[in-house]
Nanobody, 117 residues
């Protein structure tokens, strides 16, 4: 079983910055990728960014140039540094972990990010 614990959400003004973190624990054998999805009210959950076990990042077009995903492999932790935040970034952000040994992804509990003046 894999457990993901997120932190770092909150309220920020447009143009501001936030950093989310997600610490993974448990049986992480076969870890392929970790990352973040976001879900705005009334909308589907969408990928914001992910990073592979070899360190290759992937970004949604909507966050390219503003968000940076990074990882600390020793701590099994991924970070999402979000800059120049916009009101449309407001959503619940969910951390996920994808393992080659599992049929489905593991998910965190979600953390709210609100961008508002």
């Amino acid at each position: 079983q894999v457990r993901l614990v997120e932190s770092g959400g909150g309220l920020v003004q447009p143009g501001g910055s936030l950093e989310l973190s997600c610490a993974a624990s448990g049986n992480l054998f076969g870890l392929k990728a970790m990352g973040w999805y976001y879900q705005a009210p009334g909308k589907l959950r969408e990928l914001a960014a992910s990073i592979s076990s070899t360190g290759i990042p992937t970004y949604a077009d909507s966050v390219k140039g503003r968000f940076t995903i990074s990882r600390d492999s020793a701590k099994n932790t991924v970070y999402l540094t979000m800059k120049n935040l916009k009101p449309e970034d407001t959503a619940v952000y969910y951390c996920f972990a994808r393992l080659s040994t599992s049929l489905g992804d593991f998910w965190g509990q979600g953390t709210q990010v609100t961008v508002s003046s």
